[in-house]
C-alpha cells in the first residue's frame, strides 16, 4: 500500500472528518431510526426480526436463517445434466473433486481434524468467487447495455457473501502456513480469471458448473458429520461454536461445531437449488428468489 | 452467448426445475413468513418498514430515503485536498469534467434537455463501476487473506447499485443510438480496468477521487435544478416521474422529474460523504456507515 502524507492516524468519525453535508442526518441519527433486519429470521423464538444481523461489528446481507427440522433433513441430490454444457459442468466438477482429494491426501488415509479443516479453510476461499463474479458480470453488462438485470445481481452478492461467512467461521480454528497462502493465492489467481472468462462465453455453463460443485459440498459436510457422530471428529459434538458463526447463523449461546457444520452443509444445499435453476434459466429471464432465500 | 441443446424455454420456476431439497421450504413460503425491508424508510406516512423495496419486481439492498427537508437542503461543499495523493485525485476529477465539458459540447450553447439526457445517461453508466470493483477487490482480498473486511463491502455495494439506479431511471428519458452505445462500451472498458488497478494500488486516492467526482455531480444535479426552476428544463417540474423512480426512493404517485433530481443529487451528496470518509480512512480501519446509510 502507498504511505500517505497523513500525520492524523486516528479513525476519524464521519462527522469530523468530511465537510457536514446540511440535511443528512448523522450516522447515529440514521440507525437509530431505521428497522433494517439484515436476514430473513424463522426462527420462532425470535419474534423481533427489526434487529440489524451484525457479525462482529460489521453488517450481512440477508441470508436464510435454518430451523433444527431443515438442518436435519438436508439431503444429498443429484440433478442429472442434459444436454452439453451440462455434461461438460459436470465432468470438470467430477474430475476437480478427484484430483483434489488425490493431492489433498484425502482419500487415503485417516480422516482426521486437521485434513478437514485444511479442506475447509482451502475450499471456502474459492466458493466465495463465482457468486462476485457473477454478480460484477451482470452489473457491468446492465450498465453499458442499460438494461434490465431481473433481480439476478443481490441473489449472487448473497451467495458470495454467504461462502465468505464460512470462511470467516472456520478459519476460527486454523492458522494457515505460508504454503497453505501461497497456495490460497495462487488459486485465486486462476480461478478469478477463468471463471471469469467462463461467465462471459456461457452464464449457465458456470451455474451448473457451481450447481454441482455444491453437490459434492454436501456430500463433504455430510461426511464431516457422520465423523462427528461416530467417526474422528467427536471432539466438534461438544467444541464451542464461534462467536461469528452464532452470530451470522442465529445460534444458541452453547452451539457446537457439529451446529454450525449442519448450517453450513444448508447453505451449500441452497446454492446448489439456486445455481441449477439460474443455470436453467436465460440470462434475461427474471430470478425467482426474494433477498435472504 | 453458446446455444444449448434445451428444448423445454419456458422459464421453470424452482419447485420444478430442481430436485427438490426436503427440508427447504419453496420460495412463496419463505416470502411470506420473512420481515425483509430494504430499504431506510425515514418517511413519517409510511410507518409499516416491513415491505420488500421492489423496483418493478426486482429487489434492492438498502439506501436512504430522503425527507424534502434533506432534499433541499443538500450544499454544493468542497474537501480540500491534504497530500500528494489527494491532490492528485482532485487534480484528476478536474482535468477529466472540464475535457468532458467540453468535448460533450456541454460547456458552450444553450444547455437542452437532450444535452442533460445525454450526459447523465453517459456519467450514470460510468458511476456504478467504483462501487462494485472496490467491493469485489475488497471481497477477493479477504477471501485469500482470510481476514475481516470491518464492514465496507456492503456500503460499497449499495453505493454501486444506487447508481445503477440513477442509469435505470434515466434511461426511461432516453434512447442511447449507436455511437453512444459503443462510447459507453469502451469507456467501461478504460474505466474498470485503470479503476481496478488503481484500488489495488491505493484505495485512497480511489476514494478521494469518486468523493471529488461526487463534488462535480453535486454541483451539476444543482445546475440542473436551476434550469428546471428557470431554464431550459422547465418541462420538467411537471413531467411524471418515470415508475422506476416512483418505487426506489418512495416518491409520491403523482412525482416529477424535479423530485428525481432531487433525490439523485441527495445520493450523490451522500456517496460524496461516504467517499471522502473511506478515503481518509486505512484499509483495515471499520466503516462507520452501517447498511442504508
Ligand atoms: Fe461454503
Ligand atoms: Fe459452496
Ligand atoms: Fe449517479
Ligand atoms: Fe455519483
Chains 1, 2 share one sequence.
Not at 90 to 95: A, I, K, L, P, S
Amino acid at each position: 500500500a502507498v504511505k500517505h502524507f497523513r500525520s492524523d492516524k486516528t479513525t476519524k468519525t464521519p462527522e469530523s472528518s468530511a465537510p457536514s453535508i446540511q440535511g443528512l442526518q448523522d450516522p447515529q441519527g440514521i440507525v437509530q431510526e431505521t428497522q433494517d433486519p439484515q436476514t430473513t429470521q424463522n426462527r420462532q423464538d425470535s419474534p423481533n426480526s427489526s434487529e440489524l444481523d451484525t457479525v462482529g461489528g460489521a453488517y450481512t446481507l440477508p441470508h436464510p436463517i435454518w430451523s433444527t427440522d431443515e438442518l436435519e433433513k438436508v439431503e444429498i441430490t443429484h440433478n442429472p445434466p442434459k444436454g452439453i454444457v451440462e455434461h461438460l459442468a459436470y465432468w470438470n466438477v467430477q474430475t476437480l473433486r478427484r484430483s483434489f482429494d488425490f493431492f489433498s491426501g484425502f482419500s487415503s488415509g485417516k480422516r482426521t481434524e486437521k485434513k478437514w479443516l485444511t479442506r475447509f479453510v482451502f475450499l471456502e476461499t474459492v466458493a466465495g468467487v463465482p457468486g462476485m463474479v457473477a454478480a460484477m458480470t451482470r452489473h457491468l453488462k446492465s450498465l453499458r447495455r442499460m438494461s434490465r438485470d431481473h433481480g439476478w445481481i443481490h441473489t449472487l452478492l448473497e451467495e458470495a457473501e454467504n461462502e465468505r461467512m464460512h470462511l470467516m467461521t472456520v478459519i476460527q480454528l486454523k492458522d494457515a502456513g505460508i504454503l497453505m497462502r501461497l497456495a490460497i493465492m495462487g488459486s485465486q489467481g486462476v480461478f478469478v480469471t477463468l471463471f471469469s472468462l467462463c461467465y462471459l462465453v456461457s452464464p449457465r455453463f458456470c451455474h451448473k458448473f457451481v450447481g454441482y460443485l455444491e453437490e459434492e459440498a454436501v456430500k463433504t459436510y455430510t461426511g464431516c458429520i457422520m465423523d462427528i457422530d461416530s467417526g474422528n471428529l467427536v471432539s466438534w459434538k461438544t467444541k464451542p461454536a464461534p462467536e461469528i458463526a452464532i452470530n451470522y447463523w442465529n445460534l444458541a449461546r452453547n452451539a457446537t461445531m457439529r451446529d454450525v457444520i449442519l448450517n453450513i452443509r444448508a447453505d451449500e444445499a441452497h446454492h446448489r437449488l439456486v445455481n441449477h435453476t439460474l443455470g436453467e434459466l436465460d440470462t434475461d429471464d427474471t430470478n425467482p428468489y426474494p433477498p435472504g432465500y
